[in-house]
């Protein structure tokens, strides 16, 4: 099935243009808007997989106004240094925000993955989105806990490849463009031996600690192998530096972190409704991460949350896998329609 979109820009409070992809659909969407926020070096299209049945596609069955934003991270939009604070400050709430003006609903829902998620959900508890009433969030959001080894990677390995690059992409593995390039598709060479894709093995290299990293191999058709080589792009080797600061404090802190604030030190300012996914074999971020987001609202309002372990999957399949449209997307659904 071919997806039409319009493409819709929004400036961000600090005036870069970033942009939503409108789901063109036939008919009226009875059930409202939801948004889809992609994670890091990547871009919305990310969840418009060439899988049986996406979850674009599923949500527009089930009578959603699908909407898709590209934030600052976005491969779509130009290259720039970025942390979680500059896109939970200004850009979803923008995004937020230019949705209900174009179609006049007060209240809306939300799917939010890794980075995506990390930085919307800074946004939800400092009270920046109160029209986002039901938020799906997958892999990690407020506690990130990561492998031994990628804790080695945060603090061993980054220090030196910053020395070499302010970027990383796994792009490269298609092409090397420049000595730097060829430099680390020989690394990547060297360390990876996964029967993936070479974008696929730089994609493990650049995220987490499996090989692969951020899916189960057994989980992706063939297809989806060959189209998601063209969905990864640069990362910025500053945003980890914020990420290593919140794996070693378990919860997220701003990127100046000199004053020991975290963004669950207090209660968050929101009504909304939390659901979140863990995927059993996520090597990128364990699914504690989303058990201790979970036990973290639970406390403050118990039994209102909900928190799913999804056996089999790992991070990025959980939207991409083969059978997702039977094994994920109907628990999706039920939490929306809850």
């Given at each position: 099935m071919s997806l039409n979109f319009e493409t819709i820009d929004f400036i961000t409070a600090d005036g870069i243009t970033c942009n939503l992809k409108h789901l063109i659909q036939k008919g009226s969407s009875p059930k409202g808007p939801v948004l889809l926020v992609h994670g890091a070096g990547v871009r919305a299209n990310i969840f418009n997989a060439p899988t049986q049945k996406n979850i674009i596609e599923v949500l527009a069955e089930d009578g959603y106004d699908v909407w898709l934003e590209n934030w600052r991270a976005s491969i779509d939009l130009k290259p720039r240094p970025w942390n979680l604070d500059e896109a939970a400050l200004n850009d979803h709430p923008a995004a937020v925000r230019k949705i209900v003006e174009l179609t006049g609903c007060q209240e809306m829902k939300a799917i939010i993955h890794c980075q995506g998620s990390t930085s919307f959900m800074i946004?939800?508890?400092?009270?920046?989105?109160?029209?986002?009433?039901?938020?799906?969030?997958?892999?990690?959001?407020?506690?990130?806990?990561?492998?031994?080894?990628?804790?080695?990677?945060?603090?061993?390995?980054?220090?030196?490849?910053?020395?070499?690059?302010?970027?990383?992409?796994?792009?490269?593995?298609?092409?090397?463009?420049?000595?730097?390039?060829?430099?680390?598709?020989?690394?990547?060479?060297?360390?990876?031996?996964?029967?993936d894709t070479f974008v696929g093995k730089f994609v493990s290299f650049t995220y987490g600690a499996g090989f692969?990293?951020?899916?189960?191999?057994?989980?992706?058709?063939?297809?989806?192998?060959?189209?998601?080589?063209?969905?990864?792009?640069?990362?910025?080797?500053?945003?980890?530096?914020?990420?290593?600061?919140?794996v070693h404090r378990g919860v997220l802190v701003p990127a100046d972190s000199a004053s020991g604030k975290t963004y669950a030190d207090e209660e968050p300012k929101t009504d909304a409704r939390f659901i979140f996914f863990g995927g059993e074999y996520n090597l990128c971020f364990k699914p504690q991460s989303q058990a201790n987001s979970f036990n973290y609202f639970n406390q403050i309002t118990p039994g209102r949350h909900k928190f799913y372990l999804i056996k089999g999957y790992s991070h990025l399949d959980i939207f991409l896998g083969k059978n997702a449209h039977e094994d994920i997307f109907p628990l999706m659904l039920k939490e929306l329609n809850t």
């Open positions: 946004s939800a508890v400092l009270g920046l989105v109160p029209q986002v009433k039901t938020i799906i969030s997958n892999a990690v959001s407020l506690h990130p806990v990561v492998p031994n080894f990628s804790v080695f990677k945060l603090n061993v390995i980054l220090p030196v490849v910053k020395l070499i690059t302010d970027d990383l992409n796994p792009a490269w593995g298609l092409k090397a463009i420049d000595l730097k390039s060829r430099l680390f598709r020989l690394l990547v060479r060297l360390t990876h031996w996964e029967k692969p990293a951020l899916w189960r191999l057994e989980n992706l058709d063939r297809k989806t192998m060959d189209w998601i080589q063209y969905e990864f792009a640069s990362v910025p080797t500053k945003f980890f530096d914020q990420i290593r600061k919140c």
